[in-house]
């Protein structure tokens, strides 16, 4: 157990919809990222907060955002859902946004759309 | 453009023998490599790390091995054990971008026979 948690653990929705994604970081961590892994893309990752701040951007699609509220829980949301954002979406923590690096993965949520 | 390369998509490997995974990486900005290890339907779990002022890391059956003018390193596990077959991804960062978002590679699947 990483203690990076994240819910819902699947979710399943249809194309247009949107859909909010939750992440909890380890106790202490100050810093959470998002990843995507789909089927040919393996892990991109999307996007990073640090202490409530947008730190750094990755290959996020406009019609996804994300926040990092004061207790550093995280949520990333989607938007006007398509096929090919089916994939399962992971959630990591670190100590800070610029030590060593060393994240920790949540389980994931796996997103279907239909 | 792939910046961080598994090569070899699957390995096999019998019990109790060495397994050697490997990456290569393109970007001279990364200072930081990580080896996670993921079983289906949970999140990556963090394996073993190296800085890039060292050139070997070890931890019990672990050890990775970097070597910078030839942009390689190497994940060798002994004696191998069928608890160890899974996915393994290498994983890369850069202290400059001072974000330490991670690049992976795309992953070695790795089946240890019993």
């Known amino acids: 157990d990483s203690g990076v948690t994240q819910t819902p653990k699947h979710l399943i929705t249809a194309t247009g919809q949107r859909v909010t994604l939750r992440c909890s970081p380890r106790?202490?961590?100050?810093?959470v990222y998002w990843y995507q892994q789909s089927l040919d893309q393996g892990l991109q990752f999307l996007i990073q907060y640090y202490n409530g701040e947008e730190r750094a951007k990755g290959n996020i699609l406009e019609r996804f955002s994300a926040q990092q509220f004061p207790d550093l829980h995280s949520e990333l949301n989607l938007s006007s859902l398509e096929l090919g954002d089916s994939a399962l979406y992971f959630c990591?923590?670190?100590?800070?946004?610029?030590?060593?690096?060393?994240?920790?993965f949540g389980p994931g949520t796996r997103l279907t759309v239909l | 453009d792939q910046q961080v390369k598994q090569n070899s998509p699957s390995l096999s490997v019998q019990e109790g023998r060495i397994s050697i995974l490997n990456c290569d990486y393109t970007?001279?900005?990364?200072?930081?490599f990580l080896w996670y290890k993921k079983y289906p339907a949970e999140g990556p779990t963090f394996l073993i790390s190296?800085?890039?002022?060292?050139d070997k890391n070890e931890d019990g059956r672990f050890t990775v091995f970097l070597n910078k003018s030839a942009k390689h390193l190497s994940l060798h596990i002994v004696p191998s054990q069928p608890g160890d077959s899974a996915v393994y991804f290498c994983a890369a960062s850069s202290s400059g971008a001072g974000s330490y978002q991670l690049t992976f590679g795309k992953g070695t699947k790795l089946s240890v026979i019993p």
């Open positions: 190296i800085s890039s002022i060292k």
């Open positions: 990591a923590s670190s100590v800070s946004g610029g030590a060593e690096g060393t994240q920790y």
């Open positions: 970007n001279s900005m990364f200072d930081y």
């Open positions: 106790s202490g961590d100050l810093s």
